[in-house]
């Protein structure tokens, strides 16, 4: 069974610029998540989608971030634009039930930006 | 805002020895408790789930829950090299939610 997806894995880019981060779930996972890992912290869920619609992003900084899950399959994740404090993991997770009911997440290899 | 709190460490063990981790949280609701360990350079991985009060054993690891305390914990027994990284608590009531993890360095 294939697991998440990300890319890129690593990008660095100057503050200001905007950045896309992609991911695809586990086949058949109807809930996905978004993390966002700063560098000895633990994952602070950024948003949380259950197939194509929203079901938290009360951590999402809407004024530059944004996301999106369009078919409830693929999704992703934008930041424009960046600030220095955005260096960070950026880490995908897909689950099969919701997430109410289980925190068995399956999580991608994440994707690491620096912004200089 | 709910918040899940652990000893950031590192917590540093002799190989053969028990490992403790600890791990409290503020929302009297949540149901669900986890245990993720995250290898250096790596994501987080499952290793334990804890619903009920009292302790859940799955081979070396043992999760004890105590709700009236708030207090989730983790003993690694027989600890060996390779159990060395960050274990991060987690706590679901409608959302997953971590703390910052405890770093384990096993020692040969």
């Known amino acids: 069974e294939a697991g998440v997806a990300q890319s890129p894995r690593y990008k660095i880019i100057e503050k200001r610029q905007s950045v896309a981060f992609w991911c695809n779930p586990i086949s058949g996972h109807a809930t996905l998540y978004w993390y966002q890992q700063i560098l000895g912290q633990g994952p602070k869920l950024l948003i949380q989608?259950?197939?194509?619609?929203?079901?938290?992003d009360s951590q999402l900084p809407k004024d530059r971030f944004s996301a999106e899950r369009l078919k409830g399959v693929d999704s992703t994740l934008k930041i424009q634009p960046a600030k220095l404090e955005d260096s960070a993991v950026y880490l995908c997770?897909?689950?099969?039930?919701?997430?109410?009911?289980?925190?068995?997440?399956?999580f991608g290899e994440g994707s690491r930006l620096t912004v200089l | 805002q709910k918040e899940v709190e652990q000893n950031s460490g590192p917590l540093s063990v002799p190989e053969g020895a028990i490992a403790s981790l600890n791990c409290t949280y503020s929302d009297r609701v949540s149901q669900s408790f986890f245990w993720y360990r995250q290898y250096s350079g790596k994501s987080p991985e499952l290793i334990m789930s804890?619903?009920?009060?009292g302790d859940k054993e799955d081979g070396r690891f043992t999760a004890q829950l105590n709700k009236a305390s708030q207090y989730v914990s983790l003993l690694i027994r027989d600890s060996q090299p390779s159990d060395s990284a960050t274990y991060l608590c987690a706590v679901n009531d409608y959302k997953l939610s971590f703390g910052a993890g405890t770093t384990v360095t096993v020692r040969a």
């Open positions: 997770a897909s689950s099969f039930a919701v997430a109410s009911n289980t925190g068995e997440l399956f």
């Open positions: 804890i619903y009920s009060n």
């Open positions: 989608f259950q197939n194509n619609g929203v079901v938290d």
